[in-house]
């Protein structure tokens, strides 16, 4: 299980689908990687996200994405892609977070600015607070969250190498989550923009 009391910002590259996405993620310094087992733009198959987890060292988080799916296909798929840790997406109970702890992995949770914000209310290991649209890649009123969450959490939502800097400074978030932000196209991730986004964001945790 991954520590999560490293002294740096935690940040995680989700949406990742190419072995070359993964490799440029972990090369910059990303200390998760996410694949979305969702419908999505992004969406990769569990047997595709267990080939791509192989090449990921021990050191960086691999994270499969859910949203809204009954607790035992995300058990499935678990068990298939070989993610170790579970993110799920869709406003799910806590009831879904207690059957999967005998799972041993980390769980987060994510949920909207207007969502509990209390970190580790459902049982998660961490909090991600995203875009009240999730994954449209549009700039939201982040600021809003200024002093109002504690403990270990995620800021994701519409941030991109050029504005990363500005929202660390202001929220000083325990992490960071980015995926469209790194992108070419919908779905098509840019390595130039995700070693951006990586030296963006060390840049700014030195204040």
Do not use: Y
Not at 177 to 206: C, H, N, Q, Y
């Amino acid at each position: 299980m991954t520590d999560f009391d490293q002294p740096h910002l935690f940040v995680k590259v989700c949406g990742l689908r190419t072995r070359p996405d993964v490799a440029t993620a972990v090369g910059s310094g990303a200390d998760a990687v996410g694949f979305i087992l969702t419908p999505s733009p992004r969406q990769i198959a569990p047997a595709e996200v267990r080939r791509l987890v192989d090449d990921v060292p021990p050191g960086v988080l691999t994270v499969g994405v859910f949203r809204g799916e009954p607790v035992e296909q995300v058990r499935s798929a678990v068990a298939e892609s070989g993610v170790r840790a579970i993110q799920l997406h869709g406003d799910e109970p806590a009831s879904h977070f207690d059957a999967l702890g005998d799972l041993g992995l980390p769980l987060i949770r994510a949920t909207s600015p207007a969502g509990d914000l209390r970190t580790g209310s459902h049982g998660e290991d961490l909090l991600l607070v995203d875009s009240p649209k999730p994954g449209s890649g549009t700039a939201w009123e982040w600021t809003d969250l200024a002093g109002a969450i504690d403990g270990r959490w995620l800021l994701a939502g519409g941030l991109n190498p050029g504005n990363v800097g500005a929202a660390v400074a202001a929220l000083h978030p325990w992490g960071l989550d980015v995926s469209s932000g790194v992108e070419a196209s919908r779905g098509v991730k840019d390595p130039g923009l995700i070693r951006a986004f990586l030296a963006a964001a060390r840049t700014a945790e030195l204040g």
